[in-house]
T-cell receptor, first 113, second 114 residues
Framework: ETGVTQTPRHLVMGMTNKKSLKCEQHLGHNAMYWYKQSAKKPLELMFVYSLEERVENNSVPSRFSPECPNSSHLFLHLHTLQPEDSALYLC????????????FGSGTRLTVV | AQSVTQLDSQVPVFEEAPVELRCNYSSSVSVYLFWYVQYPNQGLQLLLKYLSGSTLVKGINGFEAEFNKSQTSFHLRKPSVHISDTAEYFCAVREGGSQGNLIFGKGTKLSVKP
């Protein structure tokens, strides 16, 4: 399997639930990202991991908790979310210093009820 | 801070017509420029990129873009569109060479009609 794989593709959760989004890349990249894509809003960069260390957290609420156990895997742990958190969550990876763009997964469509 | 402006939120065109999707960025420092396409319920797919060299860049699916440093623009063009080109297109810039984060525009929805 190649590219960036995200699971699940769709997730419906209540505001009191705890769930996790998973991202896996098979490209040998050394950086991974979480983006949020809401209707009528630009893509929002949430977290950046470079060499498994978090290098950026763009003022994301603490109900979103990222985890990067190794260079191939990235998780987004969710708890006590709000309906406005419903969105498409996209994972991406890149090779720092490689000059290229990012490779994106297909996303997880999250609905908070 | 770097910003990307896509002037048109929606562009309707007829099949086989030419199309241009406009993109301007704010910084005049060294940047890498990208166009991505997003089909419904999919992630973003790289169409083309400009890193250096020739200002005219050719990508997949017959798209091309031209880097204009003086106008800080990177417009996307296709001479003849197909129904299958209906999608949302995002322009993105990575400043500081390859070390900066990718900053996206708000996207342009291209709708190709028969």
């Amino acid at each position: 399997e190649t590219g960036v794989t995200q699971t699940p593709r769709h997730l419906v959760m209540g505001m009191t639930n705890k769930k996790s989004l998973k991202c896996e890349q098979h490209l040998g990249h050394n950086a991974m990202y979480w983006y949020k894509q809401s209707a009528k809003k630009p893509l929002e960069l949430m977290f950046v991991y470079s060499l498994e260390e978090r290098v950026e957290n763009n003022s994301v609420p603490s109900r979103f908790s990222p985890e990067c156990p190794n260079s191939s895997h990235l998780f987004l742990h969710l708890h006590t979310l709000q309906p406005e958190d419903s969105a498409l969550y996209l994972c991406a990876s890149s090779q720092d210093g490689g000059g290229g763009g990012y490779t994106f997964g297909s996303g997880t469509r999250l609905t908070v009820v | 801070a770097q910003s990307v402006t896509q002037l048109d939120s929606q562009v309707p065109v007829f099949e086989e017509a030419p199309v241009e999707l406009r993109c301007n960025y704010s910084s005049s420092v060294s940047v890498y420029l990208f166009w991505y396409v997003q089909y419904p319920n999919q992630g973003l797919q790289l169409l083309l990129k400009y890193l250096s060299g020739s200002t005219l860049v050719k990508g997949i699916n017959g798209f091309e873009a031209e880097f204009n440093k003086s106008q800080t623009s990177f417009h996307l063009r296709k001479p003849s569109v197909h129904i299958s080109d209906t999608a949302e297109y995002f322009c993105a810039v990575r400043e500081g060479g390859s070390q900066g984060n990718l900053i996206f525009g708000k996207g342009t929805k291209l709708s190709v009609k028969p």
